[in-house]
């Protein structure tokens, strides 16, 4: 495990993030980021491998 708690979620795309929000997550206490970052695990794992590739009028490829 990387010794960066925000990590997963920097993967996830944290990084994209406005400033405000971004502040609020680097707030979170290691508890709260562990329920964050298994929620996020769970969305990934529910979400199809391309997601772009749903919708062919909206495609963004």
């Given at each position: 495990?990387?010794?960066?708690?925000?990590?997963?979620?920097?993967?996830a795309g944290?990084?994209?993030?406005p400033e405000s929000q971004r502040a609020v997550?680097?707030?979170?206490?290691?508890?709260e980021m562990r329920v964050v970052s298994a929620i996020?695990?769970?969305?990934?794992?529910a979400a199809p491998?391309?997601?772009g590739q749903m919708n062919k009028n909206n495609c963004l490829c």
């Open positions: 495990m990387s010794n960066d708690p925000l990590a997963p979620l920097r993967a944290l990084d994209r993030l997550f680097e707030e979170l206490s290691p508890e996020q695990e769970r969305l990934n794992a491998e391309v997601e």
